[in-house]
């Protein structure tokens, strides 16, 4: 398993939190969104700016070439990287030299 470390955690959620906000003003999925939140009803507002975002991977490069937050240049490499990413919940089932195996309700 790979844990960030501090450096690396506040990169993903500057990052991370950015783009949220990004995708929200783009398309409008949520009035008055904030990550200012505590308990279930904030949770579900993100779930569904987070599915905007990954039903939408390509606004991700306009994130990038419009850098709205003025954001230090690794977090924007950090931010193209998750065009690949795999959404949904998965459990590893094996890592090993750099590798997984992931399993999710699908399969593996």
Known sequence: MTVLNDEQSARFFDTMDSLL???NDRFRVVENFTL??????G??????????LWDNVEVIDDFV??????LPK???ETALAWKTALPG???VVRY???RAIL????GV
């Open 36 to 41: 200012d939140y505590e308990g279930q009803i």
């Open 74 to 76: 690794r977090c924007l």
């Open 21 to 23: 906000y990004y995708v």
């Open 89 to 91: 919940l998965y459990a």
């Open 96 to 98: 090993q030299g750099g």
């Open 43 to 52: 949770d579900m507002k993100t779930a569904l700016v987070a599915h905007a």
């Open 103 to 106: 399993m999710n309700d699908v």
């Open 65 to 70: 070439r419009e850098n709205p937050m003025r």
